[in-house]
């Protein structure tokens, strides 16, 4: 089994299972990927993906032993990527918070698919690598794109060309991540982000998502157009009626995530 699925109260972790190829991703845990995010996707009792790497690594990028060789002799990168794409819009487009635990190196598209999380977290042993350039390629998986916005184009710029490890800590520091912590404390303290955000109002992440993603490209006017149909969507939803009542008698809200 190339992904181990663990149903969870609320939520799902899904882990990496290639441990003694650092978890690189061949075309049978993409597929196992796709199809537990599918399945995640269509339980109204899952609310929140906790994803993770088993043994030391997180996810070392592509099997560079997985990659057909296309009809001209050299590998077909282009039916590896549309793999891929389509992961990495998946997570982003995902109606429900993606919590990320890195709990070893990260390397080339284990990296960026790291980065498409929701939250990332990182054992400070954990190494993040644009490992990209070592093989003359550029970050893919959104690298270019999460890169910059993430840390600013200088520090993006020399991580994709310099291909150094950035460890955990200064990964935080500069923002690419939210948060490093100790080795042994990284997976209770995943798992209760994951908890804790499955009781959440989920489908107010979930616009949270579609909003920020969106402000990429829009203009403040646009943004702020977006931002009252979607608050205006939600505030038909029974999350929010709850959240008010609840704030109102001064107890905790109990959210049910529906729209
Ligand atoms: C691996 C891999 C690996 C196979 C470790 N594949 N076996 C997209 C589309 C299409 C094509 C190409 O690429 C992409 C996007 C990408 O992801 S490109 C970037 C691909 N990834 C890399 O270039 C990273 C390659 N790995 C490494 O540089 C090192 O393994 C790192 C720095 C991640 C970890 O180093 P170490 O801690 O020293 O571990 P190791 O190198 O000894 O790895 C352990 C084993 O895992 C080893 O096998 P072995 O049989 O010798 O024990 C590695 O060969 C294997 N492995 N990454 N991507």
């Given amino acids: 089994m190339t992904l181990l699925v663990e149903k969870h109260d609320g939520y799902r ?3 990496l299972n290639r441990p003694e190829r ?3 991703l061949n075309t049978e845990m993409h597929g196992a990927l796709m199809a537990a995010l599918t399945e995640a996707e269509a339980d109204p009792d899952c609310r929140a993906i906790l994803l993770t790497g088993a043994g030391r690594g997180f996810c070392a990028g592509q099997d560079l032993g997985d990659v057909q060789v296309g009809d001209s002799g050299v590998p077909d990168l282009k039916a590896v990527l549309e793999r891929y794409n389509a992961l990495i819009r998946k997570l982003r487009a995902l109606e429900m918070p993606v919590v990320c635990a890195v709990n070893g190196v990260a390397a080339g ?3 960026n698919l790291a980065l ?10 954990a190494n993040f690598i644009q490992a990209f350039s070592r093989i003359g390629l550029i970050p893919d998986c959104g ?3 999460f890169l910059p916005r993430l840390v600013g184009a200088a520090r993006a710029r020399a991580l994709a060309i310099l291909a150094e490890p950035l460890p955990a800590e200064r990964a935080a520091e500069w923002g690419l991540i939210w948060q490093a912590m100790d080795d042994d404390a990284l997976m209770n303290e995943a798992h209760k982000l994951a908890a804790r955000l499955a009781k959440q109002a989920t489908i107010g992440i979930a616009f949270a998502k579609r909003a920020f993603d969106a402000a990429e490209t829009n203009t403040l006017g646009q943004q702020l157009d977006l931002e009252r149909d979607l608050q205006d969507e939600l505030g038909h939803t029974p999350d929010y009626a709850e ?3 609840a704030f109102v008698e001064k107890r905790a809200a109990n959210f049910t995530g529906k729209r």
């Fill in 116 to 125: 498409a999380c929701d939250i990332v977290l990182a054992a400070k042993s």
């Fill in 109 to 111: 598209a284990g990296a």
């Fill in 13 to 15: 972790q899904l882990s």
């Fill in 143 to 145: 690298g270019t794109w």
């Fill in 22 to 24: 650092l978890n690189a």
């Fill in 243 to 245: 959240g008010v009542r």
